[in-house]
């Protein structure tokens, strides 16, 4: 067996896709059926990426011509990034939603010049990021361009329908707050779910806030995991990191996660003022000034918990003179 690949039950088959960054790997999924193969979020488009999928297509005996579908759980480039790339060697459907369709092409789109760099890069410096530092993310993501492409022609799918692949019936489920329009997919009879990057064992998924998208991402993302935890899950399989055999459990602890996070930042407000940028560097250290894309993360992601603290009247934000946003408590 190659080291990348892991046995599940039924010959379904985990593929870790590398990436070139510290997530290191993204988890791609091989789902045979009567009629051929089911690929789940394929991964990025790097020549380290295409040549695994070469070995491991070739070591399972598949040929492209027999997958039969794509599925990509939601728009992130990591699980994005290969579609169009495998459906030009196999000729199969890409399956995903029309809102994370939307957003692929919203910020990688050939059609149009897209204003999400410029968006995103005002935004982080009307809250306090140095110049340096947005000179820096504008060319990290300038970098992800060529990592999707081709765009796949896409079949849209959307919550609340089924769709039906390794001989099973899966329900389609709206996962919001990581990526909006992200789906996951559930098998009731065997209590089995793709969940994509909502729920990940040992870290935790992104919230970030994004110009242009849902004004409160974790409040979306926190009504999500309460939602997601009704369902029997028996064994979660994600985007990242290990299957999940304690579904319910790991749900509580990524609440808690960000429970205590929210407590902290309020914890740091009480004591002054600051802004979004001072903020992330109080949370996550200073140390992301020399990891661009780790940085733009982690500051969208301490707006998340900023703006959901503001719109709960527990913070307020006020412009300085310089037109920079800091936020107080309230208390």
């Not at 020549?47 to 070739?58: F, M, N, P, R, S």
């Not at 970030?208 to 979660?236: M, N, W």
């Amino acid at each position: 067996m190659l080291s990348a690949v892991t046995e599940l039950h039924h010959n379904w088959k985990l593929v870790k896709v590398p990436l070139p960054f510290s997530l290191k790997w993204v988890n791609s999924y091989i789902i045979p059926d009567s009629s051929g193969y089911t690929i789940i979020d394929p991964g990025l488009r790097t020549d380290e990426a295409i040549g695994l999928w070469e070995k491991v297509l070739e070591y399972l005996n598949i040929e492209w011509h027999e997958i039969k579908m794509i599925i990509v759980t939601h728009q992130h480039p990591d699980h994005y990034g290969l579609a169009g790339f495998m459906q030009e060697r196999s000729a199969a459907p890409v399956f995903m939603s029309s809102r994370a369709h939307q957003y692929a092409r919203r910020l990688w789109g050939t059609e149009a010049e897209s204003d999400y760099n410029d968006a995103l890069l005002a935004l982080f410096a009307k809250h306090g990021m140095p110049q340096h530092l947005l000179q820096a993310i504008d060319e990290n993501l300038g970098e992800f361009r060529s990592r999707v492409l081709p765009h796949p022609e896409v079949t849209y799918i959307q919550a609340g329908d089924t769709i039906t692949f390794g001989d099973r019936q899966w329900l389609l489920i709206d996962a919001p707050g990581h990526a909006f329009g992200q789906l996951c997919l559930f098998n009731e009879k065997e209590q089995i779910m793709f969940c994509g990057d909502q729920v990940l064992d040992r870290i935790t998924p992104n919230i970030s806030i994004v110009p242009g998208e849902e004004q409160d991402p974790l409040h979306c993302f926190l009504t999500s995991l309460e939602q997601l935890k009704q369902y029997k899950v028996r064994l979660a399989l994600p985007g990242h990191r290990d299957p999940i055999v304690n579904f319910a459990e790991r749900i509580e602890q990524l609440q808690q996660h960000h429970a205590r996070r929210l407590d902290k930042m309020l914890e740091q407000l009480q004591a002054g003022s600051y802004t979004a940028f001072e903020c992330c560097e109080l949370s996550f250290g200073s140390h992301l000034r020399q990891n661009a894309h780790n940085l733009r993360f982690a500051m969208a992601e301490t707006l998340a918990h900023l703006v959901y603290l503001e719109i709960r009247k527990e913070i307020v934000s006020e412009l300085s003179d310089e037109q920079i946003i800091y936020y107080t408590s309230v208390k």
